[in-house]
Protein backbone atom coordinates (compact mmCIF):
# COMPACT_ATOMS: atom_id res chain seq x y z
CA UNK A 1 0.00 0.00 0.00
CA UNK A 2 1.28 3.10 -0.79
CA UNK A 3 2.21 5.42 2.30
CA UNK A 4 3.43 8.93 2.75
CA UNK A 5 7.03 9.27 3.80
CA UNK A 6 8.96 12.21 5.87
CA UNK A 7 12.35 12.61 6.75
CA UNK A 8 14.49 12.69 8.89
CA UNK A 9 12.75 10.90 11.98
CA UNK A 10 13.93 13.55 14.26
CA UNK A 11 15.56 16.61 13.34
CA UNK A 12 17.88 18.96 16.35
CA UNK A 13 18.44 22.35 15.58
CA UNK A 14 19.28 25.27 17.18
CA UNK A 15 17.02 28.39 18.38
CA UNK A 16 17.21 30.93 15.66
CA UNK A 17 18.02 28.16 12.56
CA UNK A 18 16.48 27.56 9.94
CA UNK A 19 15.38 23.88 9.46
CA UNK A 20 13.70 21.91 6.44
CA UNK A 21 11.03 19.25 6.57
CA UNK A 22 10.80 16.83 4.29
CA UNK A 23 7.96 14.67 2.73
CA UNK A 24 7.22 12.32 -0.08
CA UNK A 25 3.37 12.39 -0.58
CA UNK A 26 1.41 9.26 -2.29
CA UNK A 27 2.28 9.60 -6.14
CA UNK A 28 -1.63 10.37 -7.37
CA UNK A 29 -2.21 12.98 -4.90
CA UNK A 30 -3.51 16.37 -5.11
CA UNK A 31 -3.83 17.80 -1.90
CA UNK A 32 -1.32 18.40 0.38
CA UNK A 33 -1.13 19.09 4.08
CA UNK A 34 1.36 19.98 7.38
CA UNK A 35 0.20 19.40 10.72
CA UNK A 36 1.84 19.44 14.03
CA UNK A 37 1.05 18.19 17.20
CA UNK A 38 3.05 19.58 20.47
CA UNK A 39 3.94 17.03 23.28
CA UNK A 40 0.96 15.38 24.46
CA UNK A 41 -1.90 17.85 22.50
CA UNK A 42 -4.07 17.46 19.44
CA UNK A 43 -2.95 16.89 16.02
CA UNK A 44 -2.98 20.96 14.72
CA UNK A 45 -3.66 22.23 11.27
CA UNK A 46 -0.91 24.20 9.92
CA UNK A 47 -1.31 24.24 5.98
CA UNK A 48 -2.90 23.17 2.70
CA UNK A 49 -1.53 23.24 -0.61
CA UNK A 50 -3.18 22.26 -3.82
CA UNK A 51 -2.14 22.94 -7.53
CA UNK A 52 1.31 24.79 -6.36
CA UNK A 53 -0.65 27.40 -3.79
CA UNK A 54 -1.59 27.77 -0.66
CA UNK A 55 -5.05 26.81 -0.10
CA UNK A 56 -5.77 27.67 3.13
CA UNK A 57 -3.41 28.21 6.52
CA UNK A 58 -3.65 28.84 10.23
CA UNK A 59 -2.74 31.35 12.53
CA UNK A 60 0.42 29.10 13.71
CA UNK A 61 1.29 29.16 9.78
CA UNK A 62 2.83 32.88 10.39
CA UNK A 63 5.62 34.80 8.22
CA UNK A 64 8.42 32.15 9.88
CA UNK A 65 7.00 29.21 7.92
CA UNK A 66 6.68 28.40 4.26
CA UNK A 67 5.57 25.43 1.74
CA UNK A 68 7.00 24.43 -1.52
CA UNK A 69 6.88 21.54 -3.80
CA UNK A 70 10.12 21.84 -5.68
CA UNK A 71 9.78 19.03 -8.18
CA UNK A 72 6.77 16.32 -8.80
CA UNK A 73 7.24 14.42 -5.59
CA UNK A 74 8.43 15.90 -3.17
CA UNK A 75 6.85 18.50 -0.33
CA UNK A 76 8.62 20.33 1.94
CA UNK A 77 7.73 23.23 5.01
CA UNK A 78 10.33 25.30 5.85
CA UNK A 79 10.64 27.28 9.61
CA UNK A 80 12.69 30.40 8.53
CA UNK A 81 13.87 30.89 12.26
CA UNK A 82 13.27 28.52 14.66
CA UNK A 83 11.88 29.45 18.24
CA UNK A 84 11.29 26.70 21.50
CA UNK A 85 7.69 26.83 20.60
CA UNK A 86 8.37 25.04 17.37
CA UNK A 87 8.99 22.04 19.03
CA UNK A 88 6.67 19.66 18.51
CA UNK A 89 5.97 16.43 15.95
CA UNK A 90 5.01 17.84 12.65
CA UNK A 91 3.21 15.51 10.02
CA UNK A 92 2.43 15.84 6.31
CA UNK A 93 -0.67 14.24 4.81
CA UNK A 94 -1.64 13.96 1.05
CA UNK A 95 -5.25 13.77 0.01
CA UNK A 96 -6.39 11.86 -3.87
CA UNK A 97 -9.46 14.59 -4.32
CA UNK A 98 -12.40 16.19 -2.91
CA UNK A 99 -15.59 15.05 -1.65
CA UNK A 100 -14.20 13.79 1.92
CA UNK A 101 -11.61 11.35 0.12
CA UNK A 102 -9.32 10.17 3.20
CA UNK A 103 -6.07 11.90 4.49
CA UNK A 104 -3.28 9.85 4.75
CA UNK A 105 -0.49 10.33 7.14
CA UNK A 106 3.18 9.87 7.30
CA UNK A 107 4.99 9.07 10.39
CA UNK A 108 5.66 12.79 11.44
CA UNK A 109 9.18 14.34 12.20
CA UNK A 110 10.37 15.11 15.43
CA UNK A 111 11.63 18.44 15.46
CA UNK A 112 13.82 19.32 18.75
CA UNK A 113 14.26 22.96 18.89
CA UNK A 114 17.37 23.53 21.77
CA UNK B 1 -12.04 28.37 19.63
CA UNK B 2 -12.08 24.72 20.18
CA UNK B 3 -13.94 23.19 16.95
CA UNK B 4 -14.15 19.49 18.01
CA UNK B 5 -14.60 18.44 21.69
CA UNK B 6 -13.76 14.74 22.74
CA UNK B 7 -13.82 12.82 25.97
CA UNK B 8 -13.15 10.98 27.91
CA UNK B 9 -9.29 12.02 27.86
CA UNK B 10 -8.53 8.39 28.96
CA UNK B 11 -9.89 5.43 28.80
CA UNK B 12 -9.23 1.73 30.65
CA UNK B 13 -11.24 -1.67 29.17
CA UNK B 14 -11.37 -4.88 29.86
CA UNK B 15 -10.63 -7.23 26.89
CA UNK B 16 -13.80 -8.60 25.32
CA UNK B 17 -15.58 -5.14 26.53
CA UNK B 18 -16.96 -2.20 24.31
CA UNK B 19 -14.83 0.86 24.24
CA UNK B 20 -17.18 4.15 23.36
CA UNK B 21 -15.51 7.52 22.38
CA UNK B 22 -17.56 10.94 22.50
CA UNK B 23 -17.38 13.94 20.27
CA UNK B 24 -19.41 16.99 19.69
CA UNK B 25 -18.24 19.85 16.84
CA UNK B 26 -19.87 23.49 16.73
CA UNK B 27 -19.43 24.37 13.42
CA UNK B 28 -22.60 23.36 11.62
CA UNK B 29 -20.51 23.36 7.62
CA UNK B 30 -18.41 20.59 8.78
CA UNK B 31 -19.52 17.73 6.83
CA UNK B 32 -16.88 14.81 7.13
CA UNK B 33 -16.11 13.03 10.33
CA UNK B 34 -12.96 10.65 10.45
CA UNK B 35 -11.42 8.72 13.65
CA UNK B 36 -7.94 8.39 13.42
CA UNK B 37 -6.34 5.82 15.07
CA UNK B 38 -2.31 6.44 16.70
CA UNK B 39 0.08 4.43 18.28
CA UNK B 40 3.17 5.73 19.50
CA UNK B 41 5.69 7.05 16.96
CA UNK B 42 3.63 6.71 14.36
CA UNK B 43 1.31 9.28 12.05
CA UNK B 44 -2.45 8.83 12.64
CA UNK B 45 -4.23 6.09 10.80
CA UNK B 46 -7.28 6.55 9.18
CA UNK B 47 -9.97 4.24 11.30
CA UNK B 48 -13.71 4.80 10.05
CA UNK B 49 -15.32 7.95 8.62
CA UNK B 50 -19.08 9.14 8.11
CA UNK B 51 -20.97 11.44 6.19
CA UNK B 52 -23.49 13.27 7.71
CA UNK B 53 -26.19 11.99 5.59
CA UNK B 54 -26.21 8.67 7.95
CA UNK B 55 -26.74 8.14 11.88
CA UNK B 56 -24.18 5.23 11.67
CA UNK B 57 -21.47 3.29 9.82
CA UNK B 58 -20.03 -0.03 10.59
CA UNK B 59 -16.72 -1.70 9.59
CA UNK B 60 -15.83 -4.52 11.61
CA UNK B 61 -15.82 -4.12 14.93
CA UNK B 62 -15.68 -0.16 14.80
CA UNK B 63 -18.77 1.69 14.73
CA UNK B 64 -19.41 5.36 13.89
CA UNK B 65 -22.80 6.46 15.48
CA UNK B 66 -23.90 9.79 14.49
CA UNK B 67 -26.17 12.76 16.11
CA UNK B 68 -26.62 15.62 13.46
CA UNK B 69 -29.48 17.70 15.51
CA UNK B 70 -27.06 17.15 18.72
CA UNK B 71 -23.83 17.73 16.99
CA UNK B 72 -22.17 14.67 17.98
CA UNK B 73 -20.74 11.65 17.07
CA UNK B 74 -18.86 8.80 18.47
CA UNK B 75 -16.56 5.70 18.43
CA UNK B 76 -18.08 2.74 19.40
CA UNK B 77 -15.20 -0.23 19.79
CA UNK B 78 -16.77 -4.03 20.38
CA UNK B 79 -14.95 -6.47 21.87
CA UNK B 80 -12.16 -4.65 22.58
CA UNK B 81 -8.50 -6.02 22.19
CA UNK B 82 -4.92 -5.45 23.87
CA UNK B 83 -4.06 -4.32 20.18
CA UNK B 84 -6.48 -1.48 19.80
CA UNK B 85 -4.46 0.53 23.16
CA UNK B 86 -3.82 3.42 20.79
CA UNK B 87 -5.09 7.11 20.97
CA UNK B 88 -8.03 7.90 18.97
CA UNK B 89 -8.48 11.22 17.42
CA UNK B 90 -11.70 12.60 16.19
CA UNK B 91 -12.04 14.87 13.67
CA UNK B 92 -14.04 17.38 11.31
CA UNK B 93 -13.74 19.16 8.52
CA UNK B 94 -15.56 21.10 5.29
CA UNK B 95 -14.96 17.84 2.82
CA UNK B 96 -16.77 19.79 -0.08
CA UNK B 97 -14.91 22.83 -0.14
CA UNK B 98 -11.00 22.13 -1.77
CA UNK B 99 -8.85 22.15 1.32
CA UNK B 100 -10.51 19.97 3.52
CA UNK B 101 -8.12 20.50 6.46
CA UNK B 102 -8.86 18.67 9.59
CA UNK B 103 -9.64 19.76 12.76
CA UNK B 104 -8.98 17.18 15.60
CA UNK B 105 -10.31 16.29 19.19
CA UNK B 106 -7.68 16.38 21.74
CA UNK B 107 -7.45 12.77 21.84
CA UNK B 108 -8.45 9.23 23.74
CA UNK B 109 -5.88 7.27 25.14
CA UNK B 110 -7.47 3.77 25.20
CA UNK B 111 -5.52 1.36 27.51
CA UNK B 112 -7.29 -2.86 27.04
CA UNK B 113 -6.63 -4.64 29.66
CA UNK B 114 -6.00 -8.41 29.18
Known amino acids: EPEVTQTPSHQVTQMGQEVILRCVPI?????FYWYRQILGQKVEFLVS????????KSEIFDDQFSVERPDGSNFTLKIRSTKLEDSAMYFC????????????FGDGTRLSIL | QQQVKQSPQSLIVQKGGISIINCAYE??????FPWYQQFPGKGPALLIA?????SEKKEGRFTISFNKSAKQFSLHIMDSQPGDSATYFC?????????????FGTGTRLTVIP
Open chain 1, 93 to 104: ASRAGTGGKPQH
Open chain 1, 27 to 31: SNHLY
Open chain 1, 49 to 56: FYNNEISE
Open chain 2, 27 to 32: NTAFDY
Open chain 2, 50 to 54: IRPDV
Open chain 2, 91 to 103: AASRAQTGANNLF
